[in-house]
């Protein structure tokens, strides 16, 4: 058994876990985990503050690390390895997980491996469920990333489309702002579709019809403040109507691009990840409209879409468990990292 301590501090969310799992089988479970979110304390700002977000990632991590390892029941002895997301993210909240997994990792004389955030969410669904064979698609789609990814193994992955401006997390978060709603957007946008129209305004599905695997989610906004200032956003209808417009473009748009993409690859199982995959309309729509061209979606527990240290551990735990890349010597935080590199980092 491998016991690997997760930390994920790229964002706006503290988090620490510990996975304990088998080499042999790549079966396991989460020994203990605690988050903590900052949300209340950005929220007056409409968005994430850098400065303030790695200051509070310092002030609660060490307690939070002692207050899993006290849950688990273990201690720095039994320990592995330290996985840390070193990016992508903001670059001061990066510093503080790494800082402090490589000082603990250095004390203790413990293996710290470096994660890619996006494998961790594009992994999650791994946790409390199985991944599909190989290979397969995954949506990843987070606040800051949109991709289509193909998925033939551990490690080997290939961005087959991708924004190519706003991110689907971060139309959810500036319609929300539109809406007069709190950050972050797409859980509150959500909650207000439910009572709404689907088909209430007519909002544009961006490169929809195009024959490439593309997004582009900034001209949605773009109408989305537009049809507000048209009407009477005093309405508590029309709120709920244009909350539900902008959620169902949004979604069709993930889905018949992600279709097009098992099509394309020929592959049978589609995998959603990220925040945004927690969104119910986007789940329901995968599934029934991944059925009709027989393909299956897999749909990873809520608590795992969003921000985790959970998905951390276990792409550590993933990474050692393949024998890929543990960080070359002298490693570093990157603020930008694409996911394909990974791919490359295997192949050398
Ligand atoms: O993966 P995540 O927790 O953090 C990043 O790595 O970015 O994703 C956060 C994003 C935010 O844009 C948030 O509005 C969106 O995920 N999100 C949702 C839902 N829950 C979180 N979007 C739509 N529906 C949801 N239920
Ligand atoms: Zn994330």
Same mark, same amino acid.
């Given at each position: 058994?491998?016991?690997?301590? =997760?930390?994920?501090?790229?964002?706006?969310?503290?988090?620490?876990?510990?996975?304990?799992? @088998?080499?042999?089988? $790549?079966?396991?479970?989460?020994?203990?985990? *605690?988050?903590?979110?900052?949300?209340?304390?950005?929220?007056?700002?409409?968005?994430?503050?850098?400065?303030?977000?790695?200051?509070?990632?310092?002030?609660?991590? %060490?307690?939070?690390?002692?207050?899993?390892?006290?849950?688990?029941?273990?201690?720095?002895?039994?320990?592995?390895?330290?996985?840390?997301?070193?990016? %992508? $993210?903001?670059?001061?909240?990066?510093?503080?997980?790494? /800082?402090?997994?490589?000082?603990?990792?250095?004390?203790? $004389?413990?293996?710290?491996? &470096?994660? #890619?955030?996006?494998?961790? #969410?594009?992994? +999650? &669904?791994?946790?409390? /469920?199985?991944?599909?064979?190989? &290979?397969?698609?995954?949506?990843?789609?987070?606040?800051?990333?949109?991709?289509?990814?193909?998925?033939?193994?551990? =490690?080997?992955?290939?961005?087959? =489309?991708?924004?190519?401006?706003?991110?689907? =997390? !971060? *139309?959810?978060?500036? /319609?929300?702002?539109?809406?007069?709603? %709190?950050?972050?957007?797409? %859980? !509150?946008?959500?909650?207000?579709?439910?009572?709404?129209?689907?088909?209430?305004?007519?909002? &544009?599905?961006?490169?929809?019809?195009?024959?490439?695997? @593309?997004?582009?989610?900034?001209?949605?906004?773009?109408?989305?403040?537009?049809? /507000?200032? @048209?009407?009477?956003? #005093?309405?508590?209808?029309?709120?709920? @109507?244009? +909350?539900?417009?902008? !959620?169902?473009?949004? *979604?069709?748009?993930?889905?018949?691009?992600?279709?097009?993409? *098992?099509?394309?690859?020929?592959?049978?199982?589609?995998?959603?990840?990220?925040?945004?995959?927690a969104n119910r309309t986007l789940r329901s729509m995968l599934e029934v409209q991944g059925k009709k061209q027989g393909i299956r979606a897999v749909l990873p527990g809520q608590k795992y879409c969003t921000d985790n240290a959970a998905m951390i551990a276990y792409a550590g735990f993933q990474r050692m468990r393949h024998g890929l890349p543990a960080g070359e010597d002298g490693w570093d935080v990157r603020s930008r990292w694409s996911l394909s590199e990974l791919s490359q980092s295997k192949a050398a």
């Amino acid at each position: 058994m491998i016991r690997i301590l =997760g930390i994920e501090t790229s964002c706006d969310e503290t988090a620490v876990a510990l996975y304990e799992g @088998d080499m042999a089988s $790549g079966q396991g479970r989460i020994l203990g985990e *605690c988050i903590r979110s900052q949300i209340d304390i950005h929220a007056r700002f409409g968005g994430v503050v850098p400065e303030i977000a790695s200051r509070e990632h310092l002030i609660v991590l %060490p307690a939070m690390v002692a207050d899993v390892m006290a849950q688990a029941n273990v201690d720095w002895s039994t320990l592995n390895a330290i996985a840390v997301t070193a990016g %992508p $993210g903001l670059m001061g909240g990066l510093l503080v997980g790494v /800082s402090f997994a490589q000082a603990a990792g250095l004390a203790n $004389g413990i293996e710290v491996l &470096p994660v #890619h955030h996006m494998e961790g #969410h594009l992994l +999650a &669904p791994g946790i409390d /469920s199985e991944l599909p064979e190989f &290979p397969f698609v995954t949506l990843l789609v987070s606040g800051g990333h949109t991709l289509l990814v193909r998925v033939d193994g551990i =490690g080997e992955y290939q961005v087959i =489309g991708q924004t190519i401006d706003d991110a689907a =997390g !971060e *139309c959810f978060d500036k /319609s929300a702002r539109i809406l007069g709603l %709190p950050y972050p957007g797409g %859980p !509150e946008i959500s909650q207000l579709a439910r009572d709404g129209r689907p088909d209430a305004f007519s909002l &544009p599905r961006p490169l929809l019809n195009r024959n490439n695997l @593309d997004f582009s989610f900034s001209g949605l906004k773009t109408a989305v403040l537009y049809a /507000s200032q @048209d009407a009477d956003m #005093h309405d508590a209808q029309t709120r709920r @109507d244009l +909350a539900a417009s902008v !959620e169902t473009a949004i *979604c069709d748009v993930l889905v018949k691009k992600s279709l097009a993409a *098992c099509a394309r690859e020929s592959v049978s199982a589609l995998v959603i990840a990220g925040g945004v995959a927690a969104n119910r309309t986007l789940r329901s729509m995968l599934e029934v409209q991944g059925k009709k061209q027989g393909i299956r979606a897999v749909l990873p527990g809520q608590k795992y879409c969003t921000d985790n240290a959970a998905m951390i551990a276990y792409a550590g735990f993933q990474r050692m468990r393949h024998g890929l890349p543990a960080g070359e010597d002298g490693w570093d935080v990157r603020s930008r990292w694409s996911l394909s590199e990974l791919s490359q980092s295997k192949a050398a």
